[in-house]
């Protein structure tokens, strides 16, 4: 009995040391939590209930040189509600009201969003889903509303709000405009202006806290941001809407008529380089056609017979001919080694001197005008067109500039055939606005300047950076050599190979081209292409225009396909008005363009607390009056204001968003 009370005894004694053990030890995990790591769990349980949230910034502006708006962004409006904050009388007197505000609003039956409201209450949910993407507008109606009017902490109220992009002009120069993006890994895909000038456009992001409620959702705590949101500065870009359009439209009917896979247009400012349209339209398998990429920039190919503007400035240059001289296009055929050169027309041009070869376009007649005096020395050749910047690219702002592709003697692509091969603009690649850059230099008198598309940066009324002009070459050419190819310009409108564009009402010069494309895949691919400027005695654009594989059996001649979009978008910019070889800039001012200013003028000046009525006015008057007011302002359309999205006499709130739709 003894031995057993002494058992017992021991286990007792090794219990109570064991409880005493752990006790010690609990105590000592209270002391190093409370104490040692006391900071890291804290930290741990604030982390799982809060989190601080990224706010994106308001980005600016894209405008067109003349106010108009590329691209902008429009905030947008997400409601839920806290059915926990509301008293029970505050619910119950308000519950009904706002039913039917929110029906009345967001279109379900009453009775749906009663019991909506209701089901959430019960359950305590702290973030119900209520509406999505609103416009201010609707934003201010449902904050107005029963219950929703008593704010966040009384009525239950949560609002968030996004921006989304829009394009007013809508696919027009959308490639142009283009977009950023910012994927998960914070890596930014940029397209285009947006794209090229997100720098300035996207301002300096915010931060908020939010905190961890029911079934994982998140709301905002406080109702202030730790960190507000700079918005971005507006970039004002140079294109002007009134020739994109006319750009545009010219390319997509030239396009569509000849079933064409792809083409684009760009007008370039003669003295600045500002680019003043830009159009890109590739064909979808249905045969329309869209902003698919922007080829004027990105897409090098051979130039074909545009190309021979170059090879005649560099023979003149190296003066190994004379514009005077000679040249016998035999039957229209000419072999080098193994290839033939050939004439469009059958039979050849016979003697004919360089210019008139230069307005002819014989391919003959440049093959052996380059050959014979380089052959020796191809190199020299070769030099001077680097000389004159063709083998650079221009180093554009815009993403995705193509490289030109010269070929150099010495190369393992150098062969017997090359040389009188680039003389009319094969083996060699360039882009349109490179090609066009070329043409522009001529028509600016030798001075190649660098296509610009900004003008500006600005931070409401302050300019934030201006953007001039930047000269690539002073002077690619001699005087004597520009005046030469200038004529031959003027002449091939006049009576070479574009006389069917001739207008003695109006003067244009330039250079057709057609080239055999994918050769290698099939015959019968052609680009067409003609490049300019306008009007010829006083250039003040240039132009190119570049039509991709038309159909053989419609047309596709550079004279036929591409010139006629050249013609169209010189005479629209200016007019039809019959004035021999001149241009009158001064516009006639109509009775209806006065009656627009008088209305404008006599809004204008009033002293507004409401909204106007801007119906009837010109849109780019109604756009001007509003945004002096205050107020962000979106259009769709073009023309006069048929219809506004806040009713006139409603009290005027800045930075409210308005919408117009001109007819």
């Known amino acids: 009995m003894a031995t057993n009370d002494k058992n017992i005894l021991n ?10 053990i752990f006790a010690l030890l609990v105590t000592y995990k209270l002391i190093s939590i409370q104490f040692f790591e006391g900071a890291k769990y804290r930290e741990m349980a604030i982390t799982a209930t809060e989190k601080m949230v990224t706010i994106p910034a308001t980005r600016g502006n894209l405008y067109a040189g003349d106010g108009s708006l590329l691209a902008t962004s429009v ?41 909506r409201l209701r089901t959430a209450r019960a359950t305590k949910n702290r973030y119900l889903f209520v509406a999505r993407n609103l416009s201010y507008g609707d934003y201010i109606k449902i904050k107005a509303l029963p219950l929703f009017n008593k704010g966040q902490f009384k009525g239950g109220i949560i609002v968030e709000q996004h921006t989304e992009r829009e394009h007013p002009l809508d696919k027009m120069a959308e490639r142009t405009v283009g ?54 500065y507006d970039v004002i870009s140079t294109i002007d809407v009134n020739i994109q359009d ?29 680019i003043k349209a830009i159009s890109n339209l590739g064909r979808t398998s249905e045969g329309k056609y869209y902003e698919r990429l922007n080829y004027a920039v990105g897409e090098s190919h051979e130039p074909g017979s545009t190309f021979k503007l170059m090879a005649m400035v ?31 027309k059958r039979g050849g041009y016979g003697k004919v001197s360089v210019a008139k070869a230069f307005e002819l376009s014989s391919n003959t007649a440049f093959a052996k005008m380059i050959n014979e005096p380089y052959a020796k020395d191809p190199k020299r050749f070769v030099k001077r067109l680097f000389n004159m910047g063709l083998n650079e690219k221009l180093g554009l702002e815009i993403k995705g500039e193509g490289a030109p592709d010269f070929p150099y003697p010495g190369d393992k692509n150098w062969y017997g055939t090359t040389l009188p091969w680039m003389a009319f603009g094969y083996g060699i690649e360039l882009t349109p606005l490179q090609t066009l850059t070329f043409y522009n230099a001529v028509a600016n008198d030798g001075e190649m300047v660098k296509p610009r598309f900004i003008k500006k940066v600005k931070e409401w009324d302050v300019t934030v950076e201006e953007f001039e002009k930047e000269v690539i070459n002073p002077r690619i050419a001699s005087q004597s050599t520009i005046n030469a190819v200038k004529a031959m310009m003027e002449n091939t409108v006049r009576r070479g190979t574009a006389k069917n564009i001739y207008s003695p009402a109006f003067s244009m010069a330039g250079k057709t081209g057609t080239c055999q494309t994918e050769y290698w895949i099939e015959p019968n691919r052609y680009i067409s292409s003609f490049a300019g400027y306008f009007p010829a005695d006083n250039p003040e654009y240039s132009c190119i225009v570049v039509i991709h594989k038309p159909e053989k059996s419609i047309g596709y001649y550079g004279n036929i396909v591409a010139a006629p979009v050249f ?4 005479q629209k910019i200016y007019t039809d008005t019959p004035v021999v070889d001149e241009v009158d800039l001064s516009k006639e001012t109509s009775k209806s363009v006065e009656n627009n200013y008088d209305a404008y003028y ?53 930075n409210q968003t308005i919408i117009l739709e001109l007819s």
């Not at 286990?11 to 005493?20: D, K």
């Not at 619910?91 to 379900?108: M, T």
């Not at 090229?196 to 406080?222: N, T």
């Not at 005077?324 to 039957?331: A, R």
């Open 11 to 20: 286990r007792l004694y090794f219990v109570a040391g064991c409880m005493f």
């Open 75 to 115: 905030i947008k409006y997400d409601i839920r509600w806290d059915a926990v904050s509301p008293t029970d009388d505050n619910f119950d007197e308000n519950i009904v009201g706002l039913s039917k505000g929110l029906s009345k609003l967001l279109g379900k039956p009453q009775s749906y969003y009663d019991k």
């Open 179 to 232: 977009y950023e993006r910012k994927d998960d890994s914070g890596y930014y895909t940029r397209v285009g202006l947006e794209g090229a000038y997100g720098h300035y456009l996207r301002g300096k992001e915010g931060r908020r806290l939010k905190q961890k409620i029911a079934k994982g959702e998140w709301k905002p705590l406080g109702i202030g941001n730790i960190v507000e949101p700079r918005d971005g």
């Open 246 to 274: 006319i750009a545009h439209n010219a390319l997509l009917s030239s396009l569509e008529k000849f079933k064409a896979d792809h083409g684009c247009v760009v007008v370039m400012e003669t003295k600045t380089g500002e």
């Open 314 to 344: 560099a023979a003149l240059e190296d003066k190994v001919i004379d514009t005077s001289q000679v040249i016998d296009t035999e039957n229209g055929r000419v072999k080098f080694y193994d290839r033939t050169a050939i004439d469009s």
């Open 567 to 570: 013609k169209q978008i010189a």
């Open 602 to 654: 006599n809004v204008v000046n009033k002293s507004h607390t409401t909204i106007p009525n801007v119906k009837g006015m010109s849109g780019m008057d109604a756009v001007a009056l509003l945004e002096n007011l205050g107020l962000k302002v979106r259009f769709r359309g073009s023309g006069k204001v048929k219809s506004q999205s806040i009713n006139s006499g409603e009290k005027l709130v800045k």
